[in-house]
């Protein structure tokens, strides 16, 4: 079946700095991926629709300066969370809708974000 | 706006027994599609198993099946023979069809179920 696959799975930074975590459908094109942020023992929240070719649509409250969403091609979406702070530390998680087979949303192993 | 609400915040259910995760939900969209994810430890989504709308049967896909009853916006999900494999936590989700904003998945809170020997 149809794979996402996310990178990296964990990553810890200082304060400040920016992290990029990518996206990626392995066998089929995705001209739309989803980003959801995590935190622990919490539901999933939608944080913004990456677009392939246009910007990405964020959800309300979400600043789209700090979180970066690139959908350069129709395999490949980045989320760069940039001058992260301790608040940023969250599990993120990408999703890709195969449309060409089911139209099925597929995860990612998602990304655990640590900022010290 | 779409809500999805899960009651269960935690359950304990001994191996073997079937266990019933509740969800209810609240849209004024005709046109929708209900989801349930299992997702371990480890953290991964798992799909389990899709409800449209407009089905007439319920869904069901092997020891899942989904309990959905249209008028009270209800959408349980039901494990039968849980095994011990089967403890982590459950979302609901649901994502309308009808056009407009987001095309993501509106998740419950979730539901930590573990499975005791």
């Known amino acids: 079946g149809a794979v996402v696959s996310q990178h990296p799975s964990w990553v810890i930074c200082k304060s400040g700095t920016s992290v990029k975590i990518e996206c990626r459908s392995l066998d089929f094109q995705a001209t739309t991926m989803f980003w959801y942020r995590q935190f622990p023992k919490q539901s999933l929240m939608l944080m913004a629709t990456s677009n392939e070719g246009s910007k990405a649509t964020y959800e309300q409250g979400v600043e789209k300066d700090k979180f970066l969403i690139n959908h350069a091609s129709l395999t490949l979406s980045t989320l760069t969370v940039t001058s992260a702070h301790p608040e940023d530390s969250s599990f993120y998680i990408c999703?890709?809708?195969?449309?060409?087979?089911?139209?099925?949303?597929?995860f990612g192993e998602g990304s655990r974000l640590t900022v010290l | 706006a779409q809500k999805i609400t899960q009651t269960q915040p935690g359950m304990f259910v001994q191996e073997k027994e079937a266990v019933t995760l509740d969800c209810t939900y609240d849209?004024?969209?005709?046109?929708?599609?209900l989801f349930w994810y299992k997702q371990p430890s480890s953290g991964e989504m798992i799909f389990l198993i899709y409800q449209g709308s407009y089905d007439q049967q319920n869904a069901t896909e092997g020891r899942y099946s989904l309990n959905f009853q249209k008028a009270r916006k209800s959408a349980n999900l039901v494990i039968s023979a849980s095994q011990l494999g089967d403890s982590a936590m459950y979302f609901c989700a649901m994502r309308d069809f009808s056009g407009g904003g987001a095309d993501g998945l509106t998740f419950g809170k979730g539901t930590h179920l573990i499975i005791q020997p």
């Open positions: 999703s890709a809708r195969d449309w060409e087979v089911s139209g099925e949303l597929f």
């Open positions: 849209t004024s969209d005709p046109s929708y599609g």
